[in-house]
């Protein structure tokens, strides 16, 4: 009964260092979406995708690249990060449907220095 | 494009007190709404959603919904609040046909005892 898992939770990164976010689901949902939280900006999408091998930009993707090679799991990557992407970053996932219900992790904390 | 705007960034409730949180929308046809809840550390979690026929909607933890849509506003209430309802609201809008979910930047409610 997983549902939306995110890795890692926490993770303090310099500027300039790349690192990846992993969101994997178990609920064989075809759509899956990265947001960042910042606080009084409410969640801000980044990128998403609406099925395998299918990507599609968001709200704010500068800066970010995703990949969904398996339908369970969506990668987030930051190739340079900045101190701008201090932030708490949440994957979601829904049926595909306008209509479905999304389906929320537990956020992954990043700080960059 | 969407848009979603919550005018409160903090309401402050007493314990038994009714709750009333706004919600505004900008979107040209009848939108999808919802309410999601974000308790502190947590992902976001369903309330109600609204999509068409009764503009009052019932969600869960005794939360209701009521769409106008000549105000373009989707405004959560509850009638008498529990500590346990302290937590972050965001309201959100999905296009009729389309894939992305936007977010209001929240309301945090504190309960006072």
């Known amino acids: 009964n997983a549902g939306v898992t995110q890795t890692p939770k926490f993770r303090v990164l310099k500027t300039g260092q790349s690192m990846t976010l992993l969101c994997a689901q178990d609920m064989n949902h075809e759509y899956m979406y990265w947001y960042r939280q910042d606080p009084g900006m409410g969640l801000r999408l980044i990128h998403y995708?609406?099925?395998?091998?299918?990507?599609a930009k968001g709200e704010v993707p500068d800066g970010y690249n995703v990949s969904r090679l398996k339908k369970q799991n969506f990668l987030l990557g930051l190739e340079s990060a900045a101190p701008s992407q201090t932030s708490v970053y949440f994957c979601?996932?829904?049926?595909?449907?306008?209509?479905?219900?999304?389906?929320f992790g537990e956020g992954s904390r990043l700080t960059v220095l | 494009a969407q848009s979603v705007t919550q005018p409160d960034i903090h309401i402050t409730v007493s314990e038994g007190a009714s709750l009333e949180l706004r919600c505004n929308y900008s979107?040209?046809?009848?939108?999808?709404l919802f309410w999601y809840v974000q308790s502190p550390g947590q992902g976001l979690q369903l309330l109600l959603k609204?999509?068409?026929?009764?503009?009052l909607v019932q969600g869960i933890k005794g939360f209701e919904a009521e769409f106008k849509r000549s105000q373009s506003s989707f405004n959560l209430r509850k009638p008498s609040v529990h500590w346990s309802d302290a937590a972050e609201y965001f309201c959100a809008v999905n296009e009729a046909a389309g894939n992305k979910l936007t977010f209001g930047g929240g309301t945090r409610v504190l309960v006072k005892p």
């Open positions: 979107y040209g046809a009848t939108p999808y």
């Open positions: 609204y999509f068409s026929g009764d503009t």
């Open positions: 979601a996932s829904k049926r595909g449907s306008p209509t479905g219900e999304l389906f």
């Open positions: 995708s609406v099925g395998e091998g299918t990507t």
